[in-house]
């Protein structure tokens, strides 16, 4: 029988001390309502005080109903924006030139027209900048 961390794929996620009193505390709340021995509450809450990883504490619990640990979800590596997509290096890069052109682009090409009385820099600052931004989403991958 697999556990719900070994479904997830976060059961070799390592637990820390927090997680281990939890279990232990359920462990207890277990043999309170009569479902552990003593002697399986004392060899079950050794085990979970030695418990190294999710699925070696949900281990403990195989037996058991509700309440069982709860751990915290798994926060991927990879960046995401808002809407779940991964951040590439293209689509960083292509931010980044969005807000630079943006930045840097629009003040120099209105101090440009105010000079020359010419208009195009500006248009050309809008469109690149609208270009890359686009172009920053496009670059972005499913998850």
Known sequence: ???KTDEVGD??????????DEAVGLL???????????????????WARAAATRAELEALFTDLPL??????????SR????????????SSAFVTLSVLTF???LPGSIVLFEYTETWWPIVAVVIVTIVSGAASHAFKKLP
């Not at 059961?11 to 281990?20: A, C, M, P, S």
């Not at 207890?28 to 050794?46: K, N, P, S």
Request: proline share 7%; net charge negative.
């Open 1 to 3: 029988m697999s556990s």
């Open 28 to 46: 207890g709340q277990h043999a309170q309502a009569g479902r552990l021995a003593a002697v399986d509450l004392e060899a079950r809450t050794g």
């Open 11 to 20: 059961g070799l996620i390592r637990v820390g001390d927090e997680e281990r």
């Open 67 to 76: 309440p069982r640990p709860s751990f915290d979800p798994v926060v991927k």
């Open 79 to 90: 960046g995401t924006d808002e809407n779940g997509m991964i951040i590439t290096p293209f």
């Open 103 to 105: 930045l840097l682009g």
